[in-house]
């Protein structure tokens, strides 16, 4: 064998040892699972986690009468519970397990096929699950700032139940779920403006107007009992949030990046809009005013936080900052219902506020990252909002009143008027928030 040809062998066999000692990696590229993407993606997770319990809890709790705070906190730590089984084992299958455009089915029931291996985009499909759990928790437990201080326990447990089954999870197929109707035709939400918050919101207001309004209500003053509690809850989903938007993305990118940005712009400016309103009309901005207004500005910029700019992200915020103060003042007092914590007035109708102002400001000409319905500009786009808007409403309004009255023939929904005037906190669950 001459030298060149020694020389050349020499070469093969070093670039194939190379092959083989690469081959973990390629293989590790080939299944594109990525670290940054998991580790953020696992952050996330634990932060939209946080936005219930304990975040909504204390914003809840804080804003009901001293004997039932204790009340507000069970449910939503109940429905964590609950919501994380049901989930794991059909609710996960329902929304993400098929291609059908009305729901995903049932081949991913009990988990089937969720292993340490398995994978969705580039984070393990474990993660991915418990990050859509943690969406299918919140969503049930903002449903309790309408009906609180007023429902019975063992109902809100059957009603919460039914309703991730028949309402939570078929929507989130149509608007994220692979071959999902509404997704299809080019819906824009990002983090959850409809699936989430409109669909809360409507189901909270037709649950208040079933149930009726507290004993008492309007004429006898409910205030606050700790608004301490609420400011905290309100900063804490204020921070949660960030893995609620950002998060969304499903991987550590700029998207992720801009998302975190303008939830940041516009619930500032939601904050803002929401004190000052208050401060004109009223005479004084109060804490509960602008921690709401917070709320809202998170609420609204959901759906438009992977598409918006920052410069639309204050005009998103200053929308729903202005709009869910009125909606939830004037609107809740002309229409007399008893929307006991603003379920409807912040979620519903921020969620409406910001589902259709996505369509606008996902334009590029205004600062957006582009449309889902390009050929027809911003007009189309809106249209296709209306229409996932309308679909939500309609179909939540309807199922949401059917489960209602269900659960009313098998357990009843309200307490007594004795346990409603001693207090869930004592009748319900023998215990008391506070012992003075």
Same mark, same amino acid.
Request: glycine share 14%; aromatic share 10%.
């Given at each position: ?198 669909? $809360? #919101? ?5 649950? =208040?107007?079933? /149930?009726? *309004?507290?004993? &008492? !209500? ?101 929308? $729903? #900052? ?5 909606? =939830?003042?004037? /609107?809740? *007092?002309?229409? &007399? !219902? ?99």
């Amino acid at each position: 064998m001459n030298p060149i040809q020694t020389k050349s062998r020499r070469i093969g066999l070093g670039l194939g040892l190379a092959a083989v000692s690469l081959m973990p990696s390629m293989a590790w590229a080939e299944d594109k699972l990525s670290a940054g993407d998991t580790a953020w993606m696992l952050t996330a997770t634990a932060l939209v986690l946080f936005m219930t319990i304990p975040g909504l809890s204390l914003f809840y709790s804080g804003m009901v009468r001293a004997k039932n705070a204790l009340s507000v906190l069970m449910q939503c730590f109940a429905i964590t519970a609950l919501m994380s089984i049901l989930w794991a084992l059909y609710g996960y299958s329902v929304a993400f397990g098929g291609e059908g455009a009305w729901w995903g089915g049932l081949s991913k029931a009990f988990l089937a096929g969720v292993t340490v291996d398995s994978l969705s985009g580039t984070i393990p499909e474990t993660v991915f699950m418990t990050f859509q759990m943690t969406f299918a928790i919140i969503t049930p437990a903002l449903i309790v700032g309408a009906f609180a201080e007023r429902m019975k326990f063992a109902a809100m447990l059957l009603f919460m139940a039914l309703w991730l089954t028949f309402v939570y999870a078929p929507i989130a197929h149509w608007v994220w779920g692979d071959g999902g109707w509404l997704g299809g035709k080019g819906i824009l939400d990002f983090a959850g403006g409809t699936v989430v918050h409109i669909n $809360a #919101g409507i189901a909270g207001l037709v649950a =208040a107007l079933v /149930l009726g *309004r507290r004993k &008492g !209500y309007p004429g006898t003053p409910m205030m606050p009992h700790n608004l301490t509690y609420t400011i905290m809850g309100a900063g804490m989903l204020w921070v949660g949030w960030f893995g609620f938007n950002a998060g969304s993305e499903l991987a550590a990118d700029g998207t992720a990046g801009m998302a975190m940005a303008v939830t940041q712009i516009a619930t500032a400016a939601a904050a803002l809009a929401w004190m000052f309103s208050e401060w004109m009309i009223h005479g004084k901005p109060s804490v509960l005013g602008i921690a709401s207004g917070a709320v809202a500005g998170l609420v609204a910029i959901t759906p438009a936080s992977g598409t918006a700019g920052p410069m639309g992200a204050i005009i998103i915020g200053l929308a $729903a #900052g202005v709009g869910c103060f009125l909606g =939830a003042t004037k /609107l809740k *007092r002309a229409m &007399g !219902y008893d929307d006991s914590l603003d379920a409807f007035g912040v979620h519903g109708v921020g969620g409406i506020i910001g589902a259709l102002l996505t369509g606008v400001f996902a334009d590029p000409s205004l600062g957006g990252a582009g449309l889902g319905v390009e050929s027809g500009g911003i007009g189309a786009q809106v249209m296709v909002q209306l229409e996932g808007i309308a679909a939500t409403i309609v179909y939540t309004a309807v199922v949401t009143f059917i489960l209602l009255k269900i659960v009313d023939v098998i357990v009843g929904l309200r307490v007594t008027e004795e346990v409603e005037t001693e207090g869930l906190d004592i009748r319900e669950h023998e215990e008391r928030a506070y012992i003075l």
